[in-house]
Structures are given as structure tokens and as C-alpha cells.
């Protein structure tokens, strides 16, 4: 036997599908979604995200906009670019690459997004919301991998989940969204002692700890859902996730590759805030 692999590329075009319909349908009433996307600096594999974003834009019918600043560029400087985007009409979601060069504090940047344009989920309002259970703009990785799971048939209701990492963008959201699902979530980290036992604990394994091919087949129960966030980059170029892929396939019940797996559903995600936060702000869905 061997696990199903969760396509998050056709899961993700079937999504943007759904997105296009209803962008059309906004279009006629004369409501185009508006995406801002800042990249400070020329951090190669952000300019390629960058690049994804807006194409992703184009295809759907949405309005966007890039603004490429010089890694120099002072912290006030941006935060009035910031509170320049937040009061145009025209844009509905503003994304603020991440990482900031080390000379601007990452949170006074995001702090400083209106939280109506926070389509990245990252704002502390947004982050509230999230923990309470309030319907906001979710972080888009953490609600791409419920997508993933619930759109292959895995329902995290009365299921064990544990979820290795627990970062702000990752680990902690996707936590509170499994918890939300009903699931019982363990929040595991570098600090749990016998982390393999504690993965095959679970029903549901969330890998994003940024550590390439930890999790090897003995942390995985047979038959459980892995979902991989990680994104390594190899000595030779080539991606890899924080699950040891080969290795754990025959044992999982179910798989994402990386890549291929949770990125697309990253950026479609992006979208689908995009556009919720345009239907909002026109009093409309
Ligand atoms: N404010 C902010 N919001 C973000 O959402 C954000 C960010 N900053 N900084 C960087 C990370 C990374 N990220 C990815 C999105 C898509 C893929 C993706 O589509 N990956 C493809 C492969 C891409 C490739 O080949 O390089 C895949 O996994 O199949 C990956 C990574 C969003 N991020």
C-alpha cells in the first residue's frame, strides 16, 4: 500500500476556478479586486514569489500592483507607502513580502496594515480574531493545508493532530484552524522530548519546522495524513519539504509532495482573501 498524494496543484486550480467565477461575477457590478504586493530588497526567491503573485492576479481578472523598493529603503519610508495603499480605494489587500531587510522591524510594518487589507492574516487584530473564532482574513499556508486536507477527504473532526513547529506564520495558526475543525492538536517542537513518538501519535502530521526530511517513516502511524509546509532549498538546487517524501510515502495514508504540494495553495489562498476582503469593503457576499 501506499499513501494518496494530495495534488495541491489541482486542488489549487479547482479553487482559482471558483475564484475566477465569482471575480466575474464581481466585474459586472463593477467590483475589481485589488492586490498590492511590496518587495523591499532583491531577495531572489522573493522576486520569484512576487512574480507567482501577480500572475496569479492577472489570471483571475484582479487589479495589482508591485511595488519593488531598494533594500535600503528607510522603515518610515515604508510605512508611508503603507498608509498611502491603505487608504486607496482601489486596493483591497496589501502583502508585505517577508523577511524585511534587518534595518526595518518586521512588526511595526504589519502592525501598520489596515486590518480590512490584511490578506496575509499576519496583523495582531487578524491573529486575535483568529483565536477567538471571529470569521477574518486567515493566514493563507495555515488555511491552505485545511483545504488540502478537507478537499481529500480528511476531516480533522475527532482526529489527533499534531503539528511540528510553532511559528507565527505556520505552526501556531494552523494549530487554532485544527482546533477550530475539532480536532485534539498537540503543538510539538524542538524542545518535545521523543518527537517520532509523539508524530505517530497522530492521525494528522503537520511538518513545518524548516528542518529538510526530518520526519522519517517511524514518526508517521500508517495510514495518517501528512501535510508537509517545509520549503528547503538543496545543494542541488532542487526543493524539499520537512518530510523525508520516499521514505514515509509507503506508510502514510495520505501525502503532499513539495513541491507541489501546500505552495500553490499558498498563493491561491492570497487570492481568495483578495477577494473577500473586496467584497467586503463593497458591502457585498
Ligand atoms: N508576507 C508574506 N506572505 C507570504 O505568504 C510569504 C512571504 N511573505 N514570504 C515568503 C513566503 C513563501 N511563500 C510561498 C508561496 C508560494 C510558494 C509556491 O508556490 N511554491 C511552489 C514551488 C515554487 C518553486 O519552485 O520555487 C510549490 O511548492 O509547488 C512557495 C512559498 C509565501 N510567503
Same mark, same amino acid.
Given at each position: 500500500?501506499? #499513501? ?12 482559482? =476556478? ?7 461575477? $464581481?466585474? +459586472? ?39 519593488? *523598493? ?14 498611502? $495603499?491603505?487608504? +486607496? ?5 496589501? $502583502?508585505?513580502?517577508?523577511? @524585511?531587510? %534587518?534595518?526595518? +522591524? ?23 480574531? $483568529? ?16 483545504? *488540502? *486536507? ?28 485544527? @482546533?477550530?475543525?475539532? #480536532? ?28 529538510? %526530511?526530518?520526519? %522519517?517513516?517511524?514518526? !508517521?502511524?500508517?495510514?495518517?495524513? !501528512?501535510?508537509? !509546509?517545509?520549503?528547503?532549498?538543496? =545543494? ?6 520537512? !518530510? ?25 489562498? @492570497? ?15
Amino acid at each position: 500500500m501506499s #499513501a494518496q498524494i494530495i495534488d495541491g496543484k489541482s486542488i489549487s486550480n479547482a479553487i482559482r =476556478e471558483e475564484i475566477k467565477r465569482e471575480t466575474a461575477d $464581481l466585474l +459586472e457590478k463593477g467590483i475589481r479586486p485589488g492586490l498590492a504586493v511590496v518587495l523591499v530588497g532583491e531577495d531572489p526567491a522573493s522576486q520569484v514569489y512576487v512574480r507567482n503573485k501577480a500572475k496569479a492576479c492577472e489570471d483571475l481578472g484582479f487589479y495589482s500592483e508591485v511595488h519593488r *523598493l531598494p533594500a535600503d529603503t528607510s522603515q518610515a519610508d515604508l510605512l508611508a507607502l503603507i498608509a498611502r $495603499l491603505n487608504g +486607496e480605494a482601489e486596493i483591497n489587500g496589501i $502583502l508585505v513580502q517577508l523577511p @524585511l531587510p %534587518k534595518h526595518i +522591524e518586521e512588526k511595526a510594518v504589519i502592525d501598520a496594515i489596515s486590518v480590512d487589507k490584511d490578506v496575509d492574516g499576519f496583523h495582531p487584530v487578524s491573529v486575535g480574531n $483568529l483565536m477567538i473564532g471571529d470569521d477574518s482574513l486567515l493566514p493563507c499556508t495555515p488555511a491552505g493545508v485545511i483545504e *488540502l *486536507l478537507k478537499r481529500s477527504g480528511v476531516s480533522p473532526a475527532g482526529k489527533r493532530a499534531v503539528v511540528i513547529g510553532r511559528s507565527n506564520i505556520v505552526g501556531k495558526p494552523v494549530s487554532m484552524l485544527l @482546533l477550530r475543525e475539532n #480536532a485534539t492538536v498537540t503543538i510539538a517542537h524542538s524542545r518535545t522530548p521523543n518527537l517520532p513518538a509523539v508524530a505517530r501519535e497522530a492521525d494528522i502530521v503537520i511538518a513545518a519546522v524548516g528542518v529538510p %526530511k526530518l520526519v %522519517k517513516r517511524d514518526w !508517521v502511524k500508517p495510514g495518517a495524513a !501528512v501535510i508537509d !509546509v517545509g520549503i528547503n532549498r538543496q =545543494e542541488d538546487g532542487k526543493l524539499c519539504g520537512d !518530510v523525508d517524501y520516499e521514505d514515509v510515502l509507503p506508510v502514510a495514508g495520505w501525502i503532499t509532495p513539495v513541491p507541489g504540494g501546500v505552495g500553490p495553495m499558498t498563493i491561491t489562498m @492570497l487570492m481568495q482573501n483578495t477577494l473577500k476582503a473586496a467584497k467586503r469593503a463593497h458591502g457585498v457576499g
